[in-house]
């Protein structure tokens, strides 16, 4: 039994380390995954396990972007700030502001109402839709900033605007940035890699949140059977994130988003004909 819950957590921890960098809605996958590959442990230590492994997603970003990432640098034997870095932070802290204030205050309500099945589908085929539109619009357009640090702080805060509507599962974290970012001039490269930095604070602010909730507040407790599973499924997350976010690179390059608007359609096409007809 034990072996079987394993497996089930390396599958688990695949779908959220390739759902969470690409524009499809990892919270959206995880509750698909819940209802088709149930881990037998605890509904708290689910809830544990979901944001926990987002930690080893987070993880890999900071080490694929560490030099970028990382304001000190060494000068003459002493250590300084990199100004360049330094600002690079200051526009993520102001973009995940709108999200960290709105996600704080609503978080139970927002999970009690659209924590479903239905919400997810139908935010898959809305914002596939958008993406497939913006995509279009965007064919033929001269985008305005090319690189992440030619981004200014007015601008990261509307970028920052648009990541508020992740908050309804289904949308995608990354997804809502980039189309944010997009619709303000910002290219697709730029664009995927400043949503790849946004999730480093407003990732770990989640999972500290909920973590908190969860064990100081809720009192839930975890066996080492559960610890175990969630340890296996953050490490699998880590390792499947380290090529998801090196394959995203390179394919928008050369590639729109479109393709990920003509997925999210067809499967949430898919999970309202499972939900509605079939289940």
């Known amino acids: 039994m034990l072996f079987l819950e394993i497996l089930k957590a390396i599958f688990i921890g695949i779908v959220q380390g ?30 544990l396990f979901e944001v926990i492994t987002q930690l080893g997603s987070i993880l890999a970003v900071v080490i694929l972007f560490f030099e970028k ?3 000190l640098k060494k000068v003459g034997g002493r250590v300084a700030f990199k100004p360049e870095t330094v600002s690079l932070w200051v526009k993520v802290i ?31 085929i809305a914002y596939g839709i958008a993406f497939i539109v913006v995509e279009r619009i965007n064919k033929k357009k001269r985008f305005r900033y090319t690189s992440v ?19 309804i599962p289904g949308t995608s974290r990354s997804g809502s940035t980039i189309l944010g970012a997009s619709l303000v001039g910002v290219s ?14 407003v990732m770990a602010g989640a999972t500290l949140l909920k973590t908190v909730k969860a064990i100081l507040i809720d009192g839930i407790s975890l066996t080492a059977t559960e610890i175990l599973i969630i340890y296996v499924g953050t490490l699998t997350a880590f390792l499947v994130s380290l090529g998801v976010i090196k394959f995203l690179m390179s394919f928008v390059k050369k590639h729109t988003f479109e393709s990920f608007g003509w997925y999210r359609i067809i499967l949430g096409i898919i999970l309202l004909v499972y939900y509605f007809i079939i289940k």
């Open 188 to 201: 697709r490269t730029a664009a995927a890699e400043f949503s790849f930095f946004l999730a480093i604070p």
């Open 94 to 124: 102001i973009a995940v502001l709108p999200a960290a204030v709105i996600g704080v205050l609503l978080d139970d309500w927002l999970e009690s109402k659209f924590y479903n099945f239905v919400v997810v589908a139908i935010m898959l």
């Open 149 to 167: 640090n030619q981004l200014d702080k007015k601008t990261s805060f509307k970028i920052g605007c648009f990541q508020v509507l992740s908050l």
């Open 18 to 47: 390739i759902t969470e960098w690409l524009p499809v809605s990892s919270t959206g996958h995880m509750i698909i995954a819940n209802e088709f590959v149930n881990l037998n442990i605890s509904n708290g230590a689910w809830e």
């Open 69 to 71: 990432l990382n304001p």
